[in-house]
């Protein structure tokens, strides 16, 4: 695993970032078949979402039987911005090699939540659900846990219908021998978040404040996400915000046509991302 340190100018200071990065497994999604072997990075990405990052820092490429792609001297791209590409019509023989592919990403800090016990099991069931938690908890809980640990309160480990990631810890009376069922905690292990700085790209000068995930990703992907999980909209003077558009799926946007005044004032964002 390496560590890279990165330091970034935003806003007249500097933001000083530890990344850790490590190597993908070999990816091999694609054959010479056709017309040529694509291992590019919207592939990639789209084949193993679970495996491969948005802005990987480094690639190899290598045929499948291990020899570097520059020994061949075929004509192939490799690099971080597109991933791998031959084309078979490019070769002197008409036919490109079978080529693997790999990259080296941030590495995705995890750690565990507290333990929840948001509910009791005095009328029907002992409900610890992945749905409640992340509604009532959003600054500590995650939608997509990678783990979980289920207790009874008072530290025993426990055997319930239910413990597991999708749907969390579910207890039913009904479901027990001795019709009800122990007082249960339940644990997650979480991506760990945290806020990017205040972004204020845009002004409402034009036809609208633009605060966009898609722009604000664009042109600060070091410290930006593709995929926040919270954000907090505010104007420029620190007032919170109350505007057309403020969600994680588009970020923040203000349209002048659509206030009173037909003046938008102007804004600031930022959102919770993962590491």
């Known amino acids: ?104 990403c941030p590495v995705i800090v995890y750690k565990w939540t507290p333990w929840f016990d948001r509910d009791d099991p005095s009328f029907s069931a002992d409900s610890e659900t992945v749905s409640h938690l992340f509604q009532e908890n959003p600054d500590v809980m995650c939608a997509n846990p990678t783990d979980i640990q289920c207790q009874t309160t008072d530290g025993i480990h426990a055997e319930v219908i239910t413990c597991n990631t999708e749907s969390g810890l579910i207890c039913k009376n009904s479901d027990q021998p001795d019709g009800s069922c122990q007082d249960y905690k339940v644990r997650f292990k979480c991506p760990a978040s945290n ?56 970020g923040l946007i203000c349209k002048n046509s659509d206030q009173p005044d037909g003046s938008c004032q102007d804004y600031k964002v930022r959102f919770k991302c993962p590491g």
């Open 1 to 104: 695993m390496d560590l890279k340190l990165q330091i970034f100018v935003l806003f007249g200071m500097f933001v000083v970032i530890n990344a850790e990065y490590e190597w993908t497994p070999w990816f091999d999604r694609d054959n010479p078949s056709g017309s040529g072997d694509l291992e590019t990075i919207v592939y990639v990405i789209r084949d193993y979402p679970d495996e491969m990052c948005l802005t990987p820092n480094d690639i190899e490429c290598q045929t499948t039987g291990g020899l570097s792609a520059a020994s061949t001297g075929e004509v192939i791209t490799c690099n971080i911005d597109s991933g791998f590409t031959c084309k078979n019509s490019d070769q002197p023989d008409g036919r490109c090699q079978d080529y693997k592919v790999r990259f080296k």
């Open 195 to 250: 806020w990017t700085p205040w972004f204020d790209r845009d002004d409402p000068s034009g036809s609208a404040d633009s605060e966009t995930v898609l722009h604000l990703f664009q042109e600060n992907p070091d410290v930006m996400c593709a995929n926040p999980t919270d954000i907090q909209c505010q104007t420029t003077d620190g007032i919170h915000a109350e505007v057309i558009t403020c969600n994680t799926e588009s």
